[in-house]
């Protein structure tokens, strides 16, 4: 399976990290490593920053130590910090993100925050203000911040057009709602987000505007024609309607639809893997587009290609290729089309094999969007590999805990923390120290300072010398 082959890449990059250790130790201290040094002599601590200093000695014999320990100070770097921003960013402390950034730039002048980081606060803030004004019924603001922040409307944010149609209709802006769904549709590739944008635009597009759209969209899906039919049909029935050819609706056109999107816009989790990609044995002939389509499909997966996967998957509708491309889109951090596109599979077309394995990946793509209840019910239900169970049940534990941490209820979050640390045999930092704070706000000092002392003996930070100041 492909996530056995991800999982084996890991290790060998391990065992090739460890190794060259191992044969070369490091002439001098990394600005991490003088971490901890760098803060007791800051603050005076000689005691402390002598015993450090003996200790780097141990570890690094061939290191020259200047005569001024407050000159290493200099060669201090921002990693830390980068990491802290990053989890603010993830965890929507999106104020505190922008806080840290300035800090961290006020502290390391030569330091400037990577234009990916400053994209991910400015898209996530830009969502918390679209998401404001959409509850606020503000069809305008909703409008101006799409104009200042466009990526807020890509695709795999798809709910946020339809919501900013649907706003457009409730201001009497139909004309607006219609445009805004034929972007979607021109635009995005996903079956499920044509077929469903098609659904939700008839509720406003006139006869004329719907004919039009579904022009539009077996354009974009031209190997979907006769979905599309049956979808049209049934829209049109419900308007009292033949279809364009004049042929009445058929009968069932409901049930033969095409499986549509969840209404539930695209997040982020902490921790959460780039993909676990399990590909089945069961799966042995092409239905529609040839053997040698599906052989360049799976090629292009291999070589870690997800964009050609996706381009050469384009409208695909064989169960076969509509798996490759779920983990494709996956990869592309667009788990609104992998749900979709995992849906055949899963139901059981390919075999039992395969049928788990993308019930698998249809959790995975439920924890991208933060759906993490969806997600449980989804793995309970499913006779998932130890390994596939492991690591859907981290990521569950894992949002379960912060999401009770940030809800305030601490004693279950320090339960969902405990488990996730039993299931995988440790805890990341960002989560210990959520733990920390856990106990400290239930009014258990020993248990809080127990924990901040561990993290910041095995590496000293402000977030660790502010969790034992708290403590004591």
Same mark, same amino acid.
């Given at each position: 399976?492909?996530?056995?082959? *991800?999982?084996?890449?890991?290790?060998?990059?391990?065992?090739?990290?460890?190794?060259?250790?191992?044969?070369?130790?490091?002439?001098?201290?990394?600005?991490? @490593?003088?971490?901890?040094?760098? /803060? /007791?002599?800051?603050?005076? @601590?000689?005691?402390?920053?002598?015993?450090?200093?003996?200790?780097?000695?141990?570890?690094?014999?061939?290191?020259?130590?200047?005569?001024?320990?407050?000159?290493?100070?200099?060669?201090?770097?921002?990693?830390? #910090?980068?990491?802290?921003? /990053?989890?603010?960013?993830?965890?929507?402390?999106?104020?505190?993100?922008?806080?840290?950034?300035?800090?961290?730039?006020?502290?390391?002048?030569?330091?400037?925050?990577?234009? #990916?980081?400053?994209?991910?606060?400015?898209?996530?803030?830009?969502?918390?203000?679209?998401?404001?004004?959409?509850?606020?019924?503000?069809?305008?603001?909703?409008?101006?911040?799409?104009?200042?922040?466009?990526? *807020?409307?890509?695709?795999?944010?798809?709910?946020?057009?339809?919501?900013?149609?649907?706003?457009?209709?409730?201001?009497?802006?139909?004309?607006?709602?219609?445009?805004? /769904?034929?972007?979607?549709?021109?635009?995005?590739?996903?079956?499920?987000?044509?077929?469903?944008?098609?659904?939700?635009? #008839?509720?406003?597009?006139?006869?004329?505007?719907?004919?039009?759209?579904?022009?539009?969209?077996?354009?974009?899906?031209?190997?979907?024609?006769?979905?599309?039919?049956?979808?049209?049909?049934?829209?049109?029935?419900?308007?009292?309607?033949? @279809?364009?050819?004049?042929?009445?609706?058929?009968?069932?056109?409901?049930?033969?639809?095409?499986?549509?999107?969840?209404?539930?816009?695209?997040?982020?989790?902490?921790?959460?893997?780039?993909?676990?990609?399990?590909?089945?044995?069961?799966?042995?002939?092409?239905?529609?587009?040839?053997?040698?389509?599906?052989?360049?499909?799976?090629?292009?997966?291999?070589?870690?290609?997800?964009?050609?996967?996706?381009?050469?998957?384009?409208?695909?509708?064989?169960?076969?290729?509509?798996?490759?491309?779920?983990?494709?889109?996956?990869?592309?951090?667009?788990?609104?089309?992998?749900?979709?596109?995992?849906?055949?599979?899963?139901?059981?077309?390919?075999?039992?094999?395969?049928?788990?394995?993308?019930?698998?990946?249809?959790?995975?793509?439920?924890?991208?969007?933060?759906?993490?209840?969806?997600?449980?019910?989804?793995?309970?239900?499913?006779?998932?590999?130890?390994?596939?169970?492991?690591?859907?049940?981290?990521?569950?534990?894992?949002?379960?805990?912060?999401?009770?941490?940030?809800?305030?209820?601490?004693?279950?979050?320090?339960?969902?923390? @405990?488990?996730?640390?039993?299931?995988?045999?440790?805890?990341?930092?960002?989560?210990?120290?959520?733990?920390?704070?856990?106990?400290?706000?239930?009014?258990?000092?020993?248990?809080?300072?127990?924990?901040?002392?561990?993290?910041?003996?095995?590496?000293?930070?402000?977030?660790?010398?502010?969790?034992?100041?708290?403590?004591?």
């Amino acid at each position: 399976m492909r996530s056995d082959l *991800i999982s084996l890449r890991r290790l060998t990059l391990v065992l090739v990290v460890a190794g060259g250790a191992a044969f070369a130790q490091a002439a001098a201290p990394t600005p991490q @490593d003088l971490e901890a040094l760098n /803060y /007791y002599v800051s603050s005076g @601590d000689t005691r402390a920053a002598e015993a450090e200093l003996r200790r780097l000695r141990a570890q690094f014999p061939d290191w020259a130590v200047p005569s001024d320990l407050s000159t290493l100070g200099a060669q201090r770097s921002p990693a830390s #910090e980068i990491d802290r921003i /990053y989890r603010q960013i993830a965890a929507g402390e999106l104020t505190e993100a922008r806080r840290s950034m300035d800090e961290t730039s006020r502290s390391f002048p030569g330091w400037t925050p990577p234009a #990916e980081m400053v994209r991910l606060l400015e898209t996530a803030e830009a969502q918390v203000a679209f998401d404001a004004a959409a509850d606020a019924g503000n069809a305008a603001a909703a409008v101006e911040i799409a104009r200042r922040m466009p990526a *807020i409307l890509r695709c795999d944010r798809v709910n946020n057009v339809w919501r900013l149609a649907e706003l457009q209709a409730a201001a009497g802006q139909t004309s607006a709602a219609v445009q805004s /769904y034929r972007g979607v549709i021109g635009s995005c590739s996903g079956p499920a987000e044509i077929t469903a944008t098609l659904e939700k635009a #008839e509720t406003v597009a006139s006869d004329a505007e719907l004919a039009e759209l579904f022009r539009l969209a077996n354009s974009q899906l031209p190997n979907s024609g006769p979905a599309l039919r049956v979808l049209e049909n049934r829209l049109r029935a419900g308007r009292g309607q033949t @279809d364009p050819a004049g042929t009445p609706p058929a009968a069932g056109a409901a049930s033969a639809t095409a499986t549509t999107a969840p209404g539930r816009r695209a997040g982020s989790a902490a921790g959460l893997p780039q993909a676990g990609q399990p590909r089945g044995a069961a799966v042995a002939t092409v239905a529609r587009g040839g053997g040698a389509g599906l052989s360049a499909v799976r090629a292009a997966a291999q070589q870690g290609d997800w964009r050609r996967c996706t381009s050469l998957t384009t409208g695909a509708t064989s169960a076969e290729m509509l798996y490759e491309r779920a983990w494709c889109v996956y990869n592309l951090e667009r788990p609104l089309e992998a749900l979709a596109a995992f849906e055949p599979a899963a139901s059981g077309r390919l075999g039992a094999q395969v049928a788990r394995d993308a019930r698998f990946g249809k959790a995975l793509a439920f924890l991208a969007l933060q759906m993490t209840e969806e997600a449980a019910r989804l793995a309970a239900a499913t006779d998932l590999t130890d390994q596939q169970r492991r690591e859907v049940e981290a990521i569950i534990l894992d949002q379960r805990g912060v999401r009770s941490y940030r809800l305030k209820e601490y004693r279950r979050a320090i339960a969902f923390f @405990d488990a996730y640390e039993e299931l995988t045999g440790g805890l990341r930092r960002d989560l210990a120290i959520l733990r920390g704070y856990a106990w400290l706000n239930i009014g258990k000092r020993t248990e809080a300072k127990r924990i901040f002392t561990e993290l910041n003996s095995q590496l000293a930070t402000p977030e660790t010398r502010a969790g034992l100041n708290a403590s004591r």
